[in-house]
C-alpha cells in the first residue's frame, strides 16, 4: 500500500530535457483547461452535466481531499463525509446570517470552519496510529448528523430538516443552470487541485510522507511530527468542507443530516483506494468508477432488456454484488489503484513505440 | 510529469468510450405514449416495503393499460428506476426522465420518497415537472401559489395528529375529557419523524392534553430506554411515528414492559403487514392509521384479480401481498395518475400530455363520489379536489385499523381532518419560505 | 435508584447481544488479523437462510444444521477468493474489501432469498418479568445464557484443543506458525466457518427481537467500539466490552439524552471508544499490538 506513487523527486538522469519537460507540463495543463472549460460545456447535454460529470467532479475532489490526509499523512479517515456535512452546513448559515457575503468568501470560511472541526477529531492522531485512529473520524461520522437533525437551528427550523441551495450567483452571473453548476464545479475543483499540487510538492507535503513511511526517523529528523499531523487534518478537511459545499449546492441541490452518511465516506474511501493512493489525478478515476458503475449497470439490463425476462429487485441485487465482486477484484489486482494500472498500460505502449 | 499526461490522455479516452458506449439508442418507439417514470426501491433497507407497492402501481397500470385499451387510447409507458431510497439515485433518475424518454412524454413524477420530495423541489421549479407524493409530500406545498409544482396529494402528518386525537377523544369519551390523558409521541430521529411535533403542540394546548414527544435514534433497533421512558410518565397512549425496523422493534420492546398493544396508535408509515407480522404475539391488538385501506373487497380490486392476478400478469411473486396496505397504496397512487390524465385530457385532447399539461390536471382534480364509485374505489379512497390553494385536495380522511394477529380489522369509518385548524399556520409557512427563496407567489392558475 | 438499576439492566442485556456479534468479529480479527466488515452480512444471510428453511418447513435443528453447513461454504469461498489473494497486504486494504464483500454477500442473500421482512419465532418468551421493580425476560436470560454458554465453549477449544492452540499461534505470530508446519489456509477456512456459525447464532437471537431483515446486518457499525473498548483479539473481551458500550448507552441516553433534548446513543459509544483509546489503546483485554506514538 505504501508504495509510493507521487514520490520526493530524484534527481538524475531523468531530467535530461527540463525545458522540454516543462512545456510538456505547461501544454497539458492548458489542455486540461480547454477540455474542462471549452469541450464539455459545449458538448455535453444538461443530463450529462448534472447527473454524471458534477458529481463525478465533485467526489473526484472528495478524493483529493481524503487522499491528503490518507495517501499523503497516512491517516487513517473514515469521516470524510462528516466533514463535508460541515462545511455545508456551515456555508448554508453564512449565507443566511451573513448577508452580502460573496460566493468565494462562503466557500473559503465554510472550508474553515471545517478544517478547525478536523482538527478536533484529529486530536487523537496524536496518541494513536494505524487502523485504530478510524474510531475517531467515525466517531465524527456519527456526531454530525445527530448534530444536525437534534438542533433544527442549523437548518434554519425547517419542517424537513433540509437546507436547500441559495441562489446561486457570481459577479451577476447566475449559476443556478447546469452549465452554470458545472462552471462553478470545474473552477474551484482547479483551483482546488493547484493548490494540492503546491502542498504535495511542498515542504508539508514531504514531510507528511516522511511521517507516513518512517515516523520515528522523521521526528529524529527533527520534523514536528504532532503539529504535521494536525495540519493534514486542517488541510484535508478544509478540502472537504468545500467539497461538501459543492456536493450539497451544485450537485443535489439540498442536502440533510444524512445526505453526508456513512455510504458517502465509504464511497469515498473506495476513490482513494481504486483511484490510487498519493495520486492527484487518481482520484478522478475512481469517482468516475463510483458515480458510473450504477448508471452503466442500469443501462445494460435496460440495452440488454432483462427487465422483463425477470424480478426488477433481483437484478438490482445483482448490480451490488456485482458492485462489491468488482471492488474486491481491483483490490486483489491492483494494489496502487487504477492511475497505476494506466500508467503501466501507458508505460507498455511507449515500449512498443520504441521511444 | 509525463505520468500526468498519460494520466490524463487515457482518462480522457476511457470516458469518451463510456459515453459512446452509455448512450442509448434513441428509438422513438414511445412517441404517442404517456411516460410513467417508476421510481424504485428494491435494494436497500425499505425494499420490503417497496415491493406490495410497485406492484399496486404497475398491476393497475398494466390494467388500465390492457383491460382499458389505455387512456381513452393514450398508452403508459413505464420505466423503472433504482434509487435504493437514496437522494442522489433519485436525482440521476429524475435528470433521466424529466424530459419523457424515445418520445414518451412525461406528465409528472412519483418521487415516492418525501426526501426526494424535498430534494426535488428546487429542480422541478425550474424544469416545470410536476412532482407527486400522495400522503408523503411537503405539507407546506400544500399552497399551489408559492409551489406550482409540488403535489402532495390526500394526506400530511398534521392532519393525522389531529385524526388520533380524535380518535383518542372519542375513546375517552369526548374532547372535553383529554384533559390531563398523558399521550406519548414516540417518533423516528428525522425530518419525517419530527413532523408532528408542531401540530401536536398547537393540539396539546387546545385540548389540555399532555404532550410527551421521545425520540429514537435512527435506525431504531433498540428502544429499551425509551419504553422505560414512558413507562415512567404513566403514559395512557403512544402515538408511534416509525418508519422500517423501529415499528416492530417498538411494538416488542412496549411488550417487554407491559405498555398494552392496543394503546399503540401507529402512523401510516407504521401499519403495514409487515410492521406488525414480526413482532409476533405481541401486536396482537395493535392500533395505525390508515390512508390506504387494506383488504380486497373492492371493485377495483376485484377487476385486478380477475385480469390480473389469476392471469399471472402481476408483479407480485408471492400473491398473499394482494390486497394489503401497501399494495393498495399503489393502486391508490397509480389511480391518482390515471385520474390525472383523464381530466388533463378532457381539457386538451386524447393525447400524452407534457409537463405543464400535467401541472395544470393535477392542479384541477375532482375526483368525486361518482367518479370513485365508477372506479370501484369506495372505501378505498375518498373524494379528491385539488385546487391552485390546495394542492393536498379537501377531504382529508383517515380510519383506524387493528391487528388481529393476521391482518387488519377496520375499527371506524373515515375520520376526517378539520382542514382549517392549521391552514393558517401552513400558510404562513409557505409565505416565509417564499420570502427565503425569493419566490413571487403566483396570482392566478396559469394555462 | 431503582431507575438507574433499571436502565443498567437493560443496558447490560442490549450489551450482551452486541457482545454475541462482536465475538465473531473477535475470531476473524485473531486469526486474519482483519476487521470483517461483512460479520453483520454473515448475520443477515445466516438468519435469512434458517428463516426461509423454516418457512419451508424444516425443523429447527435441521434449518440450524445446513445453514451452519452454508456458512462453512460461505468461509470456505472467502478464503480461496478473497483472503488468499489479499494475504500481506494492509489492514485497510483488507477492510475494504470485507466491506466489498458485504456487499456482495448481503446483495446474494437478497437476490437468491428476497427483500421481505420474516418473523422469526423461537419460542422464547419474550414479555418481561416485574422481578421487584427490575424487569426481565425469559428471552433475556436464554439470551444470556447463550453467551456465557458459547464464550466457554470456545475458552475450551482454544485452550484445549489442537485447532485452538493453533489459532492462538497463528494469532501471535504469523511467520513462525507458519515456519512451524501450521497450514493458514485451513486455519482461516475454520475460523471463519466458526465466525460464521456465530454469526447464525447472533441472526437467530437479534432476527427474533426485530425480525429478520437487511437492517440486521448494521449491527457491525456498533461492533467497532465494542471491540476497540473489549479489545479486537479478546473474546471474554468483546463481552465486556458489549457490557460496557450497552450500559452506557442506555445510561447515557437517559441522564444526558435530557440535556441535550434528545437521544445521545448514535455517537456516544464512539466517543467512548475514543476515550479509551487514548488511556488504554489495547481495549480492555486485547493485545498490546496497537501502535502507539
Known amino acids: ?355 | 510529469m509525463s505520468i500526468l499526461s498519460r494520466t490524463i490522455a487515457l482518462a480522457a479516452g476511457a470516458v469518451i468510450a463510456a459515453t459512446s458506449l452509455a448512450v442509448p439508442v434513441e428509438a422513438q418507439e414511445g412517441a404517442g405514449q404517456q411516460l410513467y417514470p417508476l421510481f424504485t426501491y428494491r435494494t436497500g433497507p425499505y425494499a420490503p416495503s417497496f415491493i406490495p407497492f410497485g406492484a399496486g402501481n404497475l398491476d393497475y397500470l398494466r390494467y388500465v393499460n390492457e383491460v382499458e385499451g389505455g387512456v381513452n387510447g393514450v398508452k403508459i409507458l413505464i420505466q423503472e428506476c433504482e434509487t435504493a431510497y437514496t437522494i442522489e439515485r433519485g436525482i440521476e433518475c429524475y435528470e433521466r426522465y424529466k424530459g419523457g424518454f424515445n418520445g414518451a412524454l412525461t406528465a409528472a413524477i412519483y418521487p415516492h420518497s418525501s426526501g426526494l420530495d424535498v430534494a426535488l423541489t428546487d429542480k422541478a421549479r425550474l424544469d416545470r415537472i410536476p412532482i407527486v407524493s400522495p400522503g408523503g409530500g411537503q405539507n407546506i406545498a400544500t399552497d399551489g401559489r408559492v409551489f406550482p409544482y409540488q403535489f402532495p396529494l390526500i394526506f400530511d402528518y398534521w392532519s393525522e395528529a389531529q385524526i388520533i386525537i380524535d380518535y383518542i377523544a372519542e375513546q375517552v369519551g369526548g374532547h372535553d375529557k383529554l384533559k390531563g390523558v398523558k399521550i406519548a409521541t414516540l417518533y423516528h430521529d428525522s425530518g419525517y419523524g419530527r413532523d408532528t411535533i408542531e401540530p401536536l403542540a398547537i393540539l396539546s394546548k387546545k385540548y389540555g392534553f399532555e404532550d410527551i414527544q421521545i425520540p429514537v435514534p435512527h435506525p431504531g433497533e433498540q428502544q429499551q430506554a425509551q419504553w422505560q421512558q414512558i413507562r415512567r410518565a404513566g403514559a395512557d397512549w403512544v402515538f408511534l411515528r416509525g418508519w422500517g425496523v423501529m415499528t416492530p422493534v417498538a411494538i416488542k420492546t412496549a411488550a417487554r414492559v407491559g405498555f398494552p398493544a392496543d394503546r399503540i396508535i401507529g402512523d401510516i408509515w407504521s401499519g403495514s403487514e409487515d410492521d406488525a407480522r414480526p413482532a409476533g404475539a405481541a401486536a396482537k391488538g395493535y392500533l395505525a392509521v390508515s390512508v390506504f385501506p387494506p383488504g380486497t373487497d373492492y371493485g377495483i380490486l376485484r377487476k385486478l384479480k380477475e385480469n390480473i392476478l389469476d392471469t399471472g400478469k402481476s408483479d407480485l411473486k408471492d400473491n398473499s401481498k394482494f390486497g394489503t396496505v401497501y399494495y393498495n397504496y399503489g393502486v391508490i397512487e397509480a389511480i391518482t395518475f390515471v385520474e390525472a390524465l383523464r381530466t388533463g385530457q378532457k381539457k386538451f385532447g386524447n393525447k400524452p400530455l407534457n409537463n405543464e399539461e400535467g401541472q395544470w390536471a393535477f392542479e384541477n382534480l375532482d375526483i368525486d363520489e361518482q367518479r370513485i364509485a365508477e372506479l370501484g374505489a369506495e372505501g378505498l379512497i375518498s373524494p379528491l379536489k385539488t385546487t391552485i390553494d390546495n394542492h393536498k385536495g379537501e377531504t382529508i380522511a383517515a380510519k383506524i385499523i387493528q391487528w388481529n394477529g393476521e391482518t387488519w380489522d377496520t375499527r371506524t369509518d373515515w375520520i376526517k381532518a378539520d382542514t382549517s385548524l392549521f391552514a393558517d399556520v401552513i400558510k404562513a409557512k409557505a409565505a416565509a419560505y417564499a420570502v427565503e427563496k425569493g419566490i413571487e407567489p403566483r396570482q392566478a392558475a396559469s394555462n | 435508584m431503582a431507575y438507574f438499576l433499571e436502565t443498567l439492566i437493560a443496558g447490560l442485556f442490549a450489551g450482551l447481544m452486541y457482545g454475541l456479534v462482536a465475538i465473531g468479529f473477535v475470531l476473524i480479527y485473531k486469526a486474519s488479523g482483519v476487521f470483517n466488515f461483512a460479520q453483520g452480512a454473515m448475520v443477515f444471510l445466516a438468519a435469512l437462510v434458517f428463516v426461509t428453511l423454516v418457512e419451508h418447513g424444516a425443523n429447527f435443528w435441521v434449518a440450524f444444521a445446513l445453514t451452519s453447513g452454508l456458512m462453512v461454504l460461505t468461509a470456505v469461498a472467502v478464503e480461496a477468493l478473497v483472503l488468499r489473494p489479499l494475504r500481506n497486504r494492509d489492514p485497510l486494504t483488507l477492510f475494504m474489501a470485507t466491506l466489498g464483500l458485504s456487499f456482495v454477500i448481503d446483495g446474494a442473500a437478497q437476490f437468491f432469498l428476497g427483500t421481505d421482512v420474516h418473523m422469526l419465532d423461537l419460542g422464547i418468551d419474550d414479555i418481561a418479568e416485574d422481578y421487584g421493580g427490575l424487569f426481565i425476560s425469559w428471552f433475556d436470560i436464554v439470551a444470556s445464557l447463550i453467551v456465557v454458554a458459547l464464550v466457554a465453549v470456545l475458552g475450551i477449544v482454544f485452550s484445549r484443543t489442537r485447532m485452538g492452540v493453533s489459532l492462538r499461534a497463528v494469532a501471535d505470530d504469523t511467520l513462525a506458525a507458519q515456519s512451524i508446519g501450521i497450514r493458514l489456509p485451513v486455519i482461516w477456512r475454520i475460523v471463519w466457518s466458526v465466525a460464521g456459525v456465530v454469526a447464525l447464532v447472533a441472526g437467530l437471537l437479534w432476527g427474533a427481537r426485530q425480525g429478520v431483515q437487511f437492517s440486521l446486518s448494521l449491527v457491525t457499525l456498533k461492533a467497532l467500539p465494542v471491540l476497540i473498548i473489549g479489545g479486537f483479539s479478546s473474546i471474554p473481551g468483546a463481552i465486556v466490552g458489549g457490557l460496557i458500550v450497552g450500559a452506557s448507552e442506555a445510561l447515557a441516553d437517559i441522564y444526558l439524552g435530557p440535556l441535550v433534548d434528545g437521544s445521545v446513543s448514535t455517537w456516544f459509544a464512539y466517543i467512548l471508544a475514543v476515550a479509551f483509546l487514548l488511556v488504554r489503546p489495547a481495549g480492555l483485554f486485547g493485545d498490546r499490538d496497537i501502535e502507539r506514538v
Open chain 1, 1 to 355: 500500500m505504501t508504495t509510493i506513487q507521487d514520490s520526493i523527486p530524484e534527481a538524475g538522469p531523468a531530467e535530461a530535457l527540463p525545458s522540454g519537460a516543462t512545456l510538456l507540463q505547461i501544454g497539458l495543463v492548458a489542455a486540461g483547461l480547454v477540455i474542462a472549460f471549452g469541450l464539455v460545456p459545449s458538448l455535453a447535454s444538461d443530463y450529462w452535466l448534472s447527473s454524471i460529470i458534477i458529481p463525478t467532479v465533485v467526489m473526484g475532489l472528495a478524493g483529493i481531499s481524503l487522499n491528503l490526509l490518507q495517501g499523503y499523512a497516512g491517516l487513517v479517515s473514515l469521516g470524510s463525509a462528516a466533514f463535508m456535512a460541515v462545511g455545508a452546513f456551515s456555508a448554508y448559515n453564512l449565507i443566511l446570517r451573513v448577508p452580502g457575503l460573496p460566493l468565494p468568501a462562503v466557500l473559503l470560511l465554510a472550508g474553515l470552519i471545517a478544517a478547525v472541526v478536523g482538527v478536533f477529531f484529529g486530536l487523537p492522531a496524536l496518541r494513536i496510529k494505524g487502523f485504530y485512529l478510524a474510531a475517531s473520524t467515525l466517531g465524527a461520522q456519527f456526531f454530525f448528523p445527530w448534530l444536525f437533525t437534534n438542533y433544527p437551528w442549523f437548518s434554519n427550523n425547517s419542517q424537513s430538516l433540509t437546507i436547500s441551495a441559495p441562489r446561486l450567483e457570481f459577479l451577476g452571473y447566475d449559476l443556478q443552470s447546469p452549465l452554470g453548476r458545472y462552471l462553478l464545479v470545474a473552477t474551484v475543483t482547479a483551483l482546488l487541485i493547484g493548490l494540492a499540487f503546491l502542498v504535495v510538492r511542498s515542504r508539508l507535503g514531504r514531510e507528511w510522507m516522511a511521517i507516513r513511511d518512517m515516523e520515528t526517523a522523521a521526528s529524529v529528523l527533527g520534523i514536528r511530527v504532532a503539529r504535521r499531523k494536525l495540519q493534514a487534518y486542517a488541510v484535508s478537511s478544509f478540502f472537504l468542507g468545500i467539497t461538501g459545499v459543492l456536493w450539497g449546492f451544485a450537485y443535489l441541490g439540498t442536502a440533510d443530516a444524512h445526505t453526508y452518511n456513512l455510504d458517502k465516506s465509504f464511497q469515498i474511501l473506495f476513490i482513494v483506494l481504486i483511484g490510487g493512493t498519493a495520486t492527484i489525478f487518481g482520484n478522478f478515476l475512481g469517482a468516475a468508477f463510483i458515480v458510473l458503475t450504477p448508471i452503466l449497470l442500469d443501462h445494460v439490463v435496460l440495452a440488454a432488456n432483462i427487465a422483463y425476462l425477470s424480478d426488477q429487485g433481483a437484478i438490482t441485487n445483482l448490480q451490488r454484488v456485482i458492485f462489491g465482486a468488482i471492488i474486491i477484484f481491483i483490490l486483489i489486482k491492483e494494489p496502487d489503484g487504477l492511475s497505476a494500472w494506466i500508467r503501466r498500460g501507458v508505460g507498455a505502449l511507449r515500449a512498443r513505440l520504441g521511444r
